[in-house]
């Protein structure tokens, strides 16, 4: 039997039923790759009263029979950040245990999908979400802005997630550089670690938010043209 278990957004954030669940499990995973945690690993462990071994990315995509024999013979939990089911990695985990005829069952819990209505902006219009990955040398993708371009186009906000390891100043001017003559915004919302008690939300220019502290995890989001009253109001109070 494999358990995926939504962390939520802070380390308290565990259900019940989720920590009753790892009371029977013989083997506990944390899954590390897809976003950069808000805390330490063992201060979730402290928190949850179990120890955790850390799946990198190489280990979830080759060794993925390994984990689904593990599961046939075991009772085996995987801990997700947020939500368990955002990243397409662990549908394909579900549907390979599916086709392998083992048992599990999914926990969820919040996300930053949830989390973003503490903006003030409505979730409903939010359009399709933008990854933002990390530039090289030779590699600098721009498809996040043909989404924000896309989502302005049918008056919707747009999400963009930022990838680990990518410094707030330095998405910042991705951005920029990538929306010079494509579309245009004034003010844009960051959020930084929502859920936890260090939760800051900030809406300004970005040549404003430069100043800014901000840590990590964090996502920007680019408003709709058109926004109602109520999310402007809001939002104001963000600075």
């Known amino acids: 039997m494999l358990y995926l278990i939504g962390l939520g957004l802070n ?9 009753n669940t790892l009371k029977k499990c013989d083997k506990i995973y944390l899954e ?10 063992e201060e979730l462990e402290k928190a949850i009263g179990v120890k955790a071994e850390s799946l990198e990315r190489d280990f979830m ?9 593990e599961s046939r013979k075991r009772e085996i939990a995987i ?13 394909s985990l579900l549907h390979e245990l599916r086709k392998n005829k083992v048992e ?15 903006t003030g902006l409505q979730i409903y219009k939010f359009g399709k979400i ?6 090289e040398k030779s590699f600098k993708p721009e498809s996040f802005i043909e989404i ?20 707030f100043s330095k998405s910042l001017k991705q951005l920029e550089i990538s929306a010079k003559n494509k579309v245009k915004f004034d003010k844009i919302v960051v959020c930084s670690k929502l859920g936890t008690k260090e939760s800051k939300i900030f809406y300004d220019k970005p040549s404003n938010l430069t100043k800014k502290e901000i840590k990590s995890p964090f996502c920007i ?14 939002l104001e109070n963000h600075k």
């Open 221 to 234: 989001i680019i408003p709709a043209k058109e926004l109602h009253f109520m999310e402007k109001e809001f």
């Open 32 to 41: 590390t790759y897809t976003v950069e945690f808000p805390y330490k690993k």
């Open 148 to 167: 924000i371009k896309e989502n302005q186009s049918i008056k919707s906000h747009s999400l963009i997630l930022v990838d680990i390891g990518l410094e």
């Open 61 to 69: 995509e080759n060794e993925t029979p390994k984990i689904i024999e």
């Open 11 to 19: 380390e308290k954030g565990l259900s019940i039923e989720s920590l």
């Open 104 to 118: 599990y069952e999914v926990f969820h819990n919040a996300s930053i999908f949830d989390a973003v209505a503490e």
């Open 130 to 135: 933008a990854s933002m990955p990390k530039w």
């Open 79 to 91: 801990l997700v950040y947020g939500s368990p089911l955002t990243a397409t990695t662990h549908i």
